[in-house]
């Protein structure tokens, strides 16, 4: 019995020492420093709000710049079925891609008029000409 027991201590004794031994501090380890990748963005400086703080008069505000509305929406999704019926997932200002059937109001003059195998037709009512087509991204 007293063999075993020695035996055991000397294990635990020679646990301990390697487990101090593997996390005794080196005087060249410190905190890790972050690393910068190509994904992380430089940030930018708002020049108007620095010229603000450096006590620049305002400027007069410009007319507001007309987007494109094709630019607007983005078709993600397609499912069809026949006589141009079905839903389409769209994309509006680069939200999130909302379902629509057809038929459905995207914004006010504007709906989803038909769904076709590859792109959708938007228009201001059920009856009036396209204002605009959509198609998906080519296959890749």
């Known amino acids: 019995m007293p063999r075993l027991a020695a035996l055991l201590l000397a294990a635990l004794?020679?646990?301990s020492v390697v487990y101090w031994v593997l996390h005794w501090p080196h005087p060249n380890r410190g905190a890790a420093l972050p690393v910068a990748?190509?994904?992380?963005?430089?940030s930018q400086a708002d020049?108007?709000?620095l010229a603000r703080m450096l006590?620049?008069?305002a400027a007069p505000v410009a007319d507001?710049?007309?987007v494109d509305a094709s630019s607007r929406f983005r078709l993600t999704g397609i499912?069809?079925?026949g006589s141009g019926q079905g839903v389409a997932l769209l994309s509006?200002?680069?939200q999130p891609p909302k379902p629509y059937r057809v038929g459905s109001v995207l914004e006010s003059g504007l709906m989803l008029q038909s769904v076709e195998a590859r792109r959708v037709a938007l228009a201001s009512d059920a009856h009036a000409p396209v204002r605009m087509r959509l198609e998906l991204p080519p296959k890749q």
């Open 79 to 81: 499912i069809a079925s």
């Open 37 to 42: 990748t190509a994904t992380d963005a430089p």
């Open 47 to 49: 020049p108007a709000a």
């Open 55 to 57: 006590g620049a008069q």
């Open 92 to 94: 509006i200002d680069g």
């Open 13 to 15: 004794l020679a646990g």
């Open 64 to 66: 507001a710049v007309v």
